[in-house]
């Protein structure tokens, strides 16, 4: 059993579907202690969301690990059947999804979507249950919750409902909160007051946070550490300074170009990275990034670069560290 | 609520008094009459008949006689069946029609609905497959087909259960099945496609995400999303099929309203055929108005007004 | 200061060259890269549509149905109007004692598959020309019903308001009326009219097709549209949200050229899938209607009259109920299974 919450190693994860083997997540290590909030930056199918969802064994029934083990708050959840995952989801750890619009069942209400989680994990019934459903909703910030209890999802407005998602998630004090892109489908006002209030209630309740997006934007004033994904591997691993501040790998270079700055006085001009994501479905044998790499080189096209490690916990993969790192060894090479 | 009821009843209304209409115009717009199938009969008995049933009047006279006694309810005299009023013949045949047809839908809600579940969440999977071939090649069999085919089987070779009546329990297994076929396998279809419409919704994640085992997310959280299509299917198909069909009524001879309206078509039995379809049509104006009210009652976005 | 001498054994290890650090050309890195050629809606569609085997399979079924109705009676020895005296009442296969005679006499004698009915004619023939009765009858209902039932829907759906109340009433009062009751009484108001206009030159192509199959088209086009429009008139009404069609408006467009070309055309997947699956729902009704006796007319067989005539001979006779019921059977199916495959391939709220 390790010290960490989630402990993921070398997790190798395929989807198979009509058209061929879909290679989501390719070697993806990742640890987290307790109540650390880690962001998973990448495009959409960079592998962001499975890495999370196979925490909770939410994979999609044609997904399948292809090596490496998955450990959260010291269950091996590779090795779990689906009824004891069942046990821990929302209960230990819960997540909130992209687009709460649709992530309520239309047909029941707040309250009984709430306790309805409250039921299966603590035991709470009736009043009790009732009387905890309101005082989440009243935690979440939502005014009236006495009434808003009562009500259903389509008479809430967006914010709400995320609010309400939050609260079905934060119902049975979990000790990690996934967030999949969770102010994605909001409006921008909204989207802060949503963060600011996970921020708060992590403050409360001590869960450690993983945050998923793809906008570097939202994880810089949350997160303690940043996992940059690309293509189904982390590209870049590092606090959340070491990835604003020394970014190493093209991509999150790249990223952070393509954030605008309003600080700045001259208008910097906003660069888009160019080019497509990587077909999955035919990775490429070298570095997946290389064909939307500025400075690619030839060794960039047909093997892949190992990690690279920098001060602390921040590391990269990519030829051009390695390239430095060459020269530098040859020159002390023929020096000698 | 009340308001819309009221509301959508006093349509129903309008629908009705426009279906009347409609039949009435069309049906005395045929060429030919109720007395010319009898052959012996003399152009004064002929004239005497047509004054008995007000025929000698003009066509629009007949209209508003016709249209001031269906207000009280009144659906006149029969003409072929001598000395009895359409209602009492509606009411004499209905309960037959009604009871075989009930029973058809409840056979094809009971089969339907949970094999329509079953193949959506086993997709793929052999349980899956066996229920769309199935259901597939159900909705490929016309009931006439059906009906004679089991008859064919059941009373000819294997002489099991009665051909025709309908006096024992077993002599209702044939045409209710024959009846139900086609609905069940339909609703089968419908239910495997609006289940994998709902599997495929935000909230069964969530529902997963929560730790809801399989088996409790179909039946709290997919079934009362996925039922509405079928709703909306089966609420004017409960009006038809206990109406009575006429061809499993005439392949079994089965003394139903549905052999009596084809019989009063080809007789020309104006009343009866005005009586008939007002009857269908307002039957198929309440379901209309009761889907509705369940529909309001199983989705609470949906909002009666 | 260890580790940093690690990292540089580590990577004189890895055997690299210097060549291997020169910047990539455009070119190479191209050549890595996979294009996904981009699909149209169509090529997309026809892509799944062929991946689809058991689509494919009914593709197959309904062409080689449409041979054996349409191509194959006219080169077929024998006419279904045809009686041969002495050869009533076969059974498959059979010949009568005439026909033996003939072939004793070193004549051919083409075989009576599928037997004989009770007027000597062949009952293959007629199974043949019966589905081929059903399918003109359900391709030309439905083109009818797509025509009808698009142009109402698009219009309903398109005004919206008032003009769509008003539409959607008439739709349904024509769903409340018994169809059977519409069918019987327009046949016969129809007889005549058809009749006549069948003598006027230009017309005698009724005669020809005979005027109860004339009056079943009629019939299934008025009363059997209302379902086609229903549908056309939701997509329509999403449809005419979109932007693209109040950029049209802005650019002037009548509604008219929207109806047409914005509107139409982004739910023909929508309209080629219903019109399939109505095919056999309308051989469905023409089959029902002729087994009632109140389609097509004699000598002129469909398959449902076929089986309704076979009924009488049930026990003795059982065949002559199969044939006809198996051709249904077979056509609906790989009618309905093909409009499946068609809605999987076409219809984009169905791609998972």
Redesign the interface.
């Known amino acids: 059993m390790s010290d960490y919450l989630v402990d993921i190693q070398h997790e190798k994860l395929s989807f198979f579907t009509p058209a061929g083997e879909v290679r989501a997540l390719n070697d993806v290590t990742i640890r987290m202690k307790e109540g650390e909030v880690l962001g998973i930056v990448g495009e959409s199918g960079s592998g962001k969301s499975v890495t999370a969802y196979s925490i909770m064994g939410l994979t999609a029934e044609n997904g399948k690990l292809m090596g490496g083990t998955v450990e959260f708050n010291g269950h091996r959840i590779d090795q779990m059947s689906e009824q004891e995952i069942r046990k821990i989801r929302g209960k230990e750890v819960s997540i909130i999804f992209q687009d709460p619009m649709t992530s309520l069942n239309p047909v029941y209400t707040i309250g009984n979507q709430i306790e309805e989680v409250l039921k299966l994990h603590t035991g709470k019934r009736g009043a009790e249950a009732h009387a905890r459903a309101v005082e989440l909703l009243r935690l979440v910030g939502i005014n009236e919750p006495e009434k808003r209890v009562k009500q259903y999802p389509h008479e809430l407005s967006g914010g709400m409902r995320q609010r309400v998602m939050i609260a079905i998630a934060l119902a049975c004090e979990p000790k990690l909160l996934i967030a999949d892109e969770p102010t994605t489908a909001l409006d921008v006002t909204i989207q802060a007051q949503i963060l600011e209030l996970m921020q708060e209630l992590k403050g409360k309740l001590g869960m450690g946070i993983i945050l998923i997006t793809h906008d570097l934007g939202v994880v810089a004033s949350m997160c303690d550490h940043i996992a940059v994904m690309y293509a189904g591997e982390i590209v870049e691993y590092g606090e959340t300074d070491d990835i604003f501040y020394n970014p190493q790998h093209e991509y999150t270079k790249g990223l952070l170009r393509s954030i605008p700055k309003f600080s700045e006085r001259d208008y910097t001009k906003l660069v888009p990275i160019e080019g497509q994501p990587v077909d999955m479905l035919n990775p490429p044998v070298g570095c997946a990034f290389a064909p939307r790499c500025d400075s690619c080189m030839k060794i960039c096209l047909t093997k892949k670069p190992d990690r690279t490690d920098f001060e602390g916990v921040h590391y990269s993969r990519c030829w051009l560290q390695k390239k430095a790192a060459f020269m530098a060894a040859r020159g002390a090479e023929s020096g000698k | 609520m009340a308001k819309y009821i009221v509301k959508r009843i006093l349509m129903g209304f309008l ?2 008094f ?2 009347a209409t ?2 009435f115009f ?2 005395n ?4 009459g109720p007395f010319l199938s009898e052959k012996a009969i003399t152009p004064q008995a002929q004239a005497a008949m047509e004054a008995k049933f007000g025929m000698d009047k003009p066509l629009f006279q007949q209209y508003l006689t016709y249209m001031g006694d269906l207000v009280h309810g009144n659906l006149g005299m029969s003409i072929k069946k001598r000395g009895r009023t359409v209602n009492q013949i509606i009411a004499e045949k209905f309960p037959t029609s009604a009871r075989l047809g009930g029973l058809a839908i409840l056979f094809a809600l009971g089969v339907g609905v949970p094999l329509g579940s079953i193949a959506a969440f086993r997709r793929g999977k052999l349980a899956d497959n066996i229920i769309i071939v199935f259901a ?2 159900g ?7 059906s009906s ?2 089991l ?2 089987i059941f009373s ?1 070779k294997l002489k099991l259960l009665p051909s025709l009546g309908l006096k024992t329990a077993a002599s209702y297994i044939m045409p209710v099945f024959a009846l139900a076929l086609y609905p069940a396998s339909y609703i089968s279809r419908l239910m495997r496609s609006s289940m ?1 419409d709902v599997i ?4 069964m ?9 399989t088996f409790k997310s179909i039946f ?2 997919a079934l ?2 996925a039922i509405l299509p079928v709703v909306t299917y089966v609420g ?1 198909l409960v009006a038809y099929l206990m109406t009575g069909s ?2 499993i009524e005439k ?1 079994f001879t089965i003394p139903g309203l549905g052999h009596e ?2 019989g009063a ?2 007789s020309r039995d104006y009343p009866m ?1 005005m009586g ?2 007002i009857f ?2 307002v039957f ?2 309440i379901m209309n108005v009761i889907v509705d009210i369940v529909y309001a009652f ?4 949906i909002k009666l007004k | 200061m260890e580790n940093t001498d690690k990292m540089k054994n580590n990577i004189l290890s890895m055997q690299l060259d210097v060549d291997d650090f020169v910047p990539a050309s455009a070119d190479e890195k191209e050549s890595l890269v996979v294009m996904r050629e981009s699909v149209s809606f169509w090529k997309d569609g026809f892509r799944r549509l062929r991946r689809n085997k058991i689509a494919m399979a009914a593709l197959v079924l309904v062409i080689a149905i449409m041979l054996l109705s349409f191509i194959v009676p006219l080169f077929y020895p024998y006419k279904y109007e045809q009686q041969t005296k002495g050869s009533e009442r076969l059974g498959p296969m059979q010949y009568s004692s005439k026909e033996l005679e003939r072939i004793e006499a070193g004549e051919k004698v083409f075989p009576h598959i599928l037997g004989t009915d009770q007027n000597g004619r062949d009952y293959a023939i007629r199974v043949l020309v019966g589905s081929r009765v059903s399918m003109t009858v359900g391709l030309v209902a439905s083109a009818l019903i797509l025509l009808i039932g698009s142009i109402y829907g698009a219009i309903a759906g398109y005004f919206g308001g008032k003009v769509d109340m008003v539409m959607m009433r008439i739709v349904d009062i024509l769903y409340t009326v018994p169809d059977v009751l519409i069918i019987i009484l327009l046949a016969q108001v129809l007889e005549y009219p058809l009749q006549r206009l069948s003598r006027v030159p230009g017309f005698s192509w009724i005669t020809t097709m005979g005027p109860n199959m004339v009056s079943m088209f009629i019939v299934f086009a008025l009363l059997y549209w209302v379902g086609m429009a229903r549908i056309v008139r939701g997509q329509i009404m999403v449809l005419k949200q979109n932007e693209y069609v109040t950029a049209a408006r802005a650019l002037g467009a009548t509604n008219g050229r929207i109806i047409r070309k914005h509107l139409i055309t982004n739910c023909i997947g929508t309209l080629i899938v219903t019109t399939t699956l109505q095919i056999p729902s309308s051989i469905f009704t023409e089959s029902f209607l002729s087994f009632l006796g109140l389609g097509v007319q004699a000598p002129m067989p469909s398959l449902g009259s076929l089986a309704s005539a076979a009924l009488n001979g049930l026990q003795t006779f059982p065949e002559k109920l199969f044939a006809p019921a198996f051709m249904i059977f077979i056509i609906i199916l790989s009618f309905n299974l093909l409009g499946d495959g068609l809605r999987d391939a076409f219809d984009p709220k169905m791609k998972r």
């Open positions: 629908t009705a426009l279906v409609l039949t069309i049906m717009l045929v060429p030919g597939t090649a909705i490929a069999i016309p009931s006439f087909l004679t085919l008859m064919y000819v994998l495929g919704q935000d909230y994640r969530t529902a997963k995400a929560k730790g809801v085992s709290k959280h009362r999303n004017p006429f061809i392949i309206f084809v078509i080809t055929i008939t379809t269908l049509a198929v104006i199983i989705d609470p976005r």
